[in-house]
Nanobody
Framework: QVQLVESGGGLVLAGGSLRLSCAASGRTISSYAMGWFRQAPGKEREFVAGISWKSSTYYADSVKGRFTISRDSAKNTVYLQMDSLKPEDTAVYYC????????????????WGQGTQVTVSS
């Protein structure tokens, strides 16, 4: 069993930055793909960023160049550095552990955190 706990969300002005953390317990995450998703009010949850077990990274077009996903295997933690934030980035952000090489859809992820709220004001 794997437990994932997100932190680092909050309220930020447009153009600002936040760094989200996802701490895993129960099993190491270094051998798995990890991803970040988000869900805005009234919208479906969407893929944001992922990091493969080989540490290659991939992003949704909407965040490419602004967000950076990384992993610290020693701390069993995944991060999402979010820069140049926009009001449309407002959402609850979830981390998840996936299977496969570069999973991008929800069915390819088996463990989820509880989410952390990010609010970007204009």
């Amino acid at each position: 069993q794997v437990q994932l706990v997100e932190s680092g969300g909050g309220l930020v002005l447009a153009g600002g930055s936040l760094r989200l953390s996802c701490a895993a317990s129960g099993r190491t995450i270094s051998s798995y793909a990890m991803g970040w998703f988000r869900q805005a009010p009234g919208k479906e949850r969407e893929f944001v960023a992922g990091i493969s077990w080989k540490s290659s990274t991939y992003y949704a077009d909407s965040v490419k160049g602004r967000f950076t996903i990384s992993r610290d295997s020693a701390k069993n933690t995944v991060y999402l550095q979010m820069d140049s934030l926009k009001p449309e980035d407002t959402a609850v952000y979830y981390c998840a552990r996936g299977f496969g090489t570069t999973p991008k859809v929800e069915p390819d992820y088996e463990y989820w955190g509880q989410g952390t709220q990010v609010t970007v004001s204009s």
